[in-house]
């Protein structure tokens, strides 16, 4: 009988009983709540074609679309102790780990690649909100020093891709060390006058936004990204005040200065590869060339000779005693008018009291 349970049913049951429909076929917008075909979302690059909403992707889906041709290659991140401080909550930190390590085919939150963006070399490190709410710990700083080291080894530009809930509690002080890490790791790629972008994305809170992610030479968002460091509610019930609707949007942010440009996904790839055409042509080259071409050409020779860029330690502390004298001249200047201001209310009650007395 074994025969008829092993073989036959099978194929009976295969034939009879209705086959399974794939729920993921259709997707609900979380902005318009409107029906998203597969297919079609997919062609729009996982945005709302109803309503413009950007929906959350997953890193490997938005390196596939940044980097020229979808080629890049990926670099691993550095191995760390796991579970340092034996943390336990509801579950063992350990766990959460493995179970995370398992639902995402992930070693971290953080994933690094290098590639070419319109024909420019760039690094990039880009965060998996699915992994932990991609919070930064010891691995996620330990791939930012990494990616930051690699840009520097093979001159190319670094560009961040942050999409996290801020620093990863289980790590306690371990993970909020990694923001001065990751701070250093950025200043590592300017030191080497190497761009360093960041592309902020659905959501980019918490330490995350407290540290590298708000050092960009220039600053990219997606549209309606939530950007910000405390939760809205939070910042309400401590200033005690309604904010407007688009608080700690990347419209809003752009509006108020901290984001230069807000940029669709459509759009994105072409951005990147303008930006880093208009800013790595110019470091690709030898900076010193064009200046000294300026300075063979200046008339000037006395004034306008751009000595202290020409050469960047030789004359250093020159342009810090010069930067010094202009802060000091500033300042004087500053603390002159604060006094003719605090004067003036002063001045005004003598000229009162000299007209009351000739009356
Ligand atoms: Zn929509």
């Not at 840009?151 to 509690?169: C, L, Q, Y």
């Not at 900076?287 to 004034?303: A, L």
């Amino acid at each position: 009988m074994n025969w008829i349970t092993n073989i036959i049913r099978p194929r009976i049951r295969s034939l009879v009983e209705p086959k399974e429909v794939p729920d993921n076929l259709w997707k609900k917008c979380p902005s318009c709540e409107g029906m998203l075909f597969h297919r079609d979302l997919e062609k729009s690059l996982n945005v709302c074609y109803h309503c413009n909403h950007h929906l959350r992707i997953t890193v490997k889906e938005r390196l596939a679309i940044i980097f020229d041709e979808g080629h890049y290659e990926t670099i691993s991140i550095p191995n760390v102790p796991n579970d340092p401080l034996k943390f336990k909550d509801r579950k063992k930190y350990s766990d959460r780990l493995r179970e995370n390590k398992n639902k995402t085919g992930l070693k971290d939150a953080i994933t690094l690649a290098k590639g070419k963006i319109g024909g420019q070399k760039a690094v990039i490190a880009a965060f998996n909100f699915s992994f932990m709410g991609g919070s930064m710990g010891a691995a996620v700083g330990e791939g930012l020093v990494r990616a930051a080291e690699e840009a520097v080894k093979s001159k190319s530009a670094f560009i961040t891709i942050p999409a996290s809930g801020g620093a990863r509690m289980q790590e306690g002080m371990l993970s909020l060390m990694q923001m001065p890490r990751s701070i250093i790791a950025v200043e590592m790629v300017k030191d080497a006058k190497l761009p360093y972008l960041v592309l902020l994305t659905d959501p980019t809170t918490g330490g995350v936004s407290a540290s590298f992610a708000m050092v960009g030479d220039i600053h990219l968002a997606e549209p309606g990204s939530t950007i910000g460091f405390a939760g809205r509610r939070v910042i309400e019930e401590t200033v005690r005040e309604t904010l407007p609707d688009d608080f700690q949007t990347a419209e809003y942010l752009k509006e108020h200065g901290i984001v230069d440009i807000v940029v669709s996904r459509e759009e994105l790839a072409k951005t990147l590869g303008t930006i880093l055409n208009l800013l790595m042509n110019k470091t690709n080259n030898n900076p010193n060339k064009d200046i000294k071409k300026k300075i063979k050409t200046s008339k000037n020779n006395g004034k306008n000779k751009p000595k202290s860029t020409n050469t960047k330690y030789k004359s250093k502390s020159n342009y810090i005693a010069k930067a010094r004298k202009q802060v000091k001249a500033a300042q004087i200047a500053a603390n002159k008018t604060r006094k003719k201001q605090a004067l003036k209310p002063a001045l005004k009650q003598v000229k009162k009291t000299a007209k009351i007395v000739k009356a």
